[in-house]
């Protein structure tokens, strides 16, 4: 039941890839509209067959998407704007119902993870569409229009959307090549595992350091985690929820101390017009030096 | 050569780190791992095109955003806009605490406005140096201060909350790493060990901006 229902949201969200890949083709101001186009229709396929298809083929997909990447061939294009008078209008007519759709995705979400047997993923799915005939109706929007910021919303999220998936599937492959426990074994060398508290300072500090040095707190969270945090915190007892979710946290405070993170440091400094180019790492450097010690403190004494 | 394998760690960390394109690095450093721990390349195929499609949870966001392009089509930004410039009157710090919480509110349902670009410009900037200018004059410096601080708030915000909401990208890859590395979570209980960070980052955080006015109170004492 649960995986026929998964099957279902999958291929939706091999449709909305669909129709991501369809606009990008069709977008002609984009030099690489056709390695965009391209992009989003492999995904769309992936999510809408993914089961149907060798996986070897699945996996060559996947190359050739690092190819076009590589090569610079998935590019953002020119994306359909918001049209100022109606978002007006409806700022007007709706005033605070606007947020109600997103209340009603998370609420659902949550309801039938906790309260249903059919799971949180599902859970998701469900508050998705909920919340979209939700706001279908506030906004008695047509369905061009829903066409249109469909694919405006999935076409702007671009190859960072994935990104996530992306990097869970490198740990897969990490962990079938064994590297987790190789690199438990030369840091094992150096920094005997067995002390609970050395374990979660040891994986706290690394996940913010490589953090720091990669500028992406997600792909340390796949390495670190692997390499660190299963051997030195996990396997010695601690609560697996406690420490990824306490770890993936770890990381930002690296987020916030590196001019790596382009995006939330060095982007709003051009913004602002600002004279410092350090001006905002010098305003979380506190913050950030702080949390790392208390999420080591609050790892420390909840996991174990 | 067993130390072959962490080829793609170091692929990670290089190629983030010289900013080469991230999707690129990432497939490579996925190629380059299957190949050194000895895999054939149709192995290494089915082994990525098999991780990948087994990993499609975490990309169930996606599903999320018809919804979010339509509201965000009819006002969600303006709506919050409105909200926010309804509170005159403020000192520095209870802007920038008011937009914490409001930043930190929208981490549990979801909404992930691009804060610096449609708010900490336009808006809380702005707002932030105009209440405390009414304390006193301020020096480009100071300026420059508030600029940074305004930008900080937005990012404590959305980092330490975004894991709040059950759907986000980064529950999602949490959970699903986890399962790669067999000590399963399920996305709400990474949902429910991500408060205590979040209420601790708001403290933390309200307090730090608290000082923060005393920089113009203190001056303005001294002229």
């Not at chain 1, 305003?283 to 996991?303: C, E, N, S, T």
Request: charged residues 10%; contains cysteine; proline residues 5%.
């Amino acid at each position: 039941m649960i995986d026929t229902l998964l099957l279902a949201l999958y291929a939706l969200i091999g449709a909305v890839m669909a129709i991501a890949g369809i606009e990008s083709l069709r977008d002609r101001t984009n030099p690489a509209r056709f390695g965009t186009g391209l992009f989003w229709l492999f995904l769309a396929v992936i999510f809408a067959f993914g089961t149907l298809i060798p996986y070897a083929v699945v996996g060559g997909m996947i190359v050739l998407i690092g190819v076009l990447a590589l090569f610079k061939q998935i590019r953002l294009g020119t994306l359909p704007l918001v049209d100022p008078k109606r978002a007006l209008a409806g700022a007007q007519r709706l005033g605070g119902w606007v947020f109600a759709p997103s209340v009603v995705l998370a609420a659902v979400s949550i309801a039938i993870a906790q309260f249903t047997s059919l799971g949180g993923q599902v859970g998701i799915g469900i508050g998705a569409l909920v919340s979209l005939l939700m706001a279908i109706a506030l906004t008695k929007a047509p369905v061009k229009l829903v066409y249109t910021d469909t694919q405006r919303m999935v076409r702007s999220v671009g190859a960072a959307g994935i990104l996530p998936q992306l990097l869970a599937t490198l740990g897969a492959v990490f962990t079938a090549a064994g590297v987790g426990e190789l690199t438990a074994k030369v840091i094992a060398g150096v920094f005997p595992a067995g002390s609970h508290l050395g374990g979660v300072i040891l994986y706290c500090v690394a996940m913010a350091l490589f953090t720091a040095i990669m500028g992406n707190a997600f792909a340390a969270f796949a390495v670190i985690t692997a390499a660190v945090g299963i051997p030195f915190v996990v396997a010695q007892g601690g609560n697996p929820a406690i420490v990824a979710a306490i770890g993936m946290t770890a990381g930002y405070c690296g987020t916030l101390l590196t001019p790596m993170a382009a995006n939330f440091n060095t982007l709003p400094v051009a913004l602002l017009e600002m004279d410092d180019p350090m001006g905002v790492i010098k305003q979380q450097a506190p913050i950030a030096g702080l949390m790392l010690l208390v999420q080591i403190a609050l790892m420390y004494f909840l996991a174990f | 050569m067993e130390y072959l394998k962490l080829i793609g760690i170091l692929i990670i960390v290089i190629g983030f780190a010289l900013k080469w394109d991230t999707t690129a690095v990432v497939v490579i450093a996925a190629v380059a791992t299957a190949l050194c721990s000895g895999m054939s390349i149709p192995e290494l195929l089915t082994t990525l095109g098999q991780s990948f499609v087994t990993n499609r949870p975490v990309s169930l966001f996606f599903l999320t955003l018809p919804m979010i392009g339509l509201v965000e089509s009819h006002g969600l930004k303006e709506v919050a806009v409105n909200a926010i410039q309804k509170l005159k009157k403020l000192t520095p710090s209870r802007i920038l605490n008011l937009y914490l919480g409001i930043r930190e509110l929208g981490g549990i349902f979801g909404i992930s406005l691009s804060g610096q670009v449609q708010f900490v410009r336009p808006l809380i900037t702005p707002m932030v140096t105009a209440a405390a200018e009414a304390k006193r004059a301020l020096s480009p410096k100071d300026i420059d201060l508030i600029k940074g601080r305004a930008a900080a708030v937005d990012n404590f915000g959305n980092f330490f909350a975004q894991n709040l909401f059950v759907a986000s990208g980064g529950v999602l890859l949490i959970a699903q790493t986890m399962d790669q590395l067999k000590h399963p979570v399920t996305p709400t209980e990474v949902v429910l060990n991500s408060i205590p960070v979040a209420v601790v980052t708001l403290v933390i955080v309200v307090v730090y901006n608290s000082w923060f006015d005393r920089r113009f109170n203190a001056k303005e004492d001294r002229a």
